[in-house]
């Protein structure tokens, strides 16, 4: 599996930004596909994650309400809507692909090479 982030940018505090994944080599066995997110000098932490089928998973408390994941099927995409945004969610956010639904990196086998998200105040 091969994942490729794309998106990223520059945008003002409340502004808003929309992330894709492209997903390749895709197998069945990779059901969820998440979003984690590195700011600098802290530790990668978990988004928001959508199983293939569509069903969603918990975002993190830190996004709830102002981002959105999705999926298309049918051209293997995954995509974060971010809305409202703030300078704290400054980072550089990676997709993921893995068996299970998990807020931790753990279990996600596949990761994308990142995309840098800067909002300024």
């Known amino acids: 599996v091969q994942l490729q982030a794309s998106g990223g940018g520059s945008v003002q505090a409340g502004g808003s930004l929309r992330l894709s994944c492209a997903a390749s080599?895709?197998?069945?066995?990779?059901?969820?596909m998440g979003w984690f997110r590195q700011a600098p000098g802290l530790e990668r932490e978990f988004v928001a994650a959508?199983?293939?089928?569509?069903?969603?998973?918990p975002y993190a408390d830190s996004v709830k309400g102002r981002f959105t994941i999705t999926t298309d099927n049918a051209k293997n995409m995954v995509y974060l809507q971010m809305d409202s945004l703030k300078p704290e969610d400054t980072a550089v956010y990676y997709c993921?692909?893995?068996?299970?639904?998990?807020?931790?990196?753990?279990?996600?086998?596949?990761w994308g090479q990142g995309t840098q998200v800067t909002v300024s105040s």
């Open positions: 993921a692909a893995g068996r299970f639904f998990a807020t931790t990196m753990g279990p996600y086998s596949y």
């Open positions: 080599g895709r197998t069945f066995s990779n059901n969820v």
């Open positions: 959508i199983r293939w089928s569509g069903s969603t998973t």
